[in-house]
């Protein structure tokens, strides 16, 4: 596909792994999330850091656009990998 039409499209797929789980005197919902392009494009971010934060835009054809949220690294026991901050909400 060209044009306008050939976009990604991003699929939020459902919750998994659902469970409460006590930290620090606190209850925590807890889930594994992931979200799929089923579009007719990549989706492609391109971004330059200094620190564990990083400014990113997304890349469409030839043209850029600012992400309004900061990447974030985020290590952890189960993954490293780089977060799009607030891109799924609950």
Not at 15 to 39: E, H, I, K, T, Y
Not at 45 to 52: F, H, M, T
Request: proline fraction near 4%; avoid cysteine; aromatic fraction near 8%.
């Amino acid at each position: 596909m060209r044009g306008a039409s050939a976009l990604p499209d991003l699929d939020q797929a459902a919750p998994f792994g659902v469970a409460v789980v006590g930290r620090r005197g606190r209850r925590l919902l807890v889930f594994g999330s992931a979200v799929d392009n089923v579009g007719a494009a990549p989706l492609v971010v391109d971004g330059k850091r200094a620190s564990d934060v990083m400014r990113a835009t997304q890349l469409v054809g030839t043209r850029r656009y600012a992400l309004a949220t900061p990447l974030r690294f985020v290590r952890s026991q189960t993954h490293r990998h780089w977060h799009l901050a607030h891109f799924e909400r609950y």
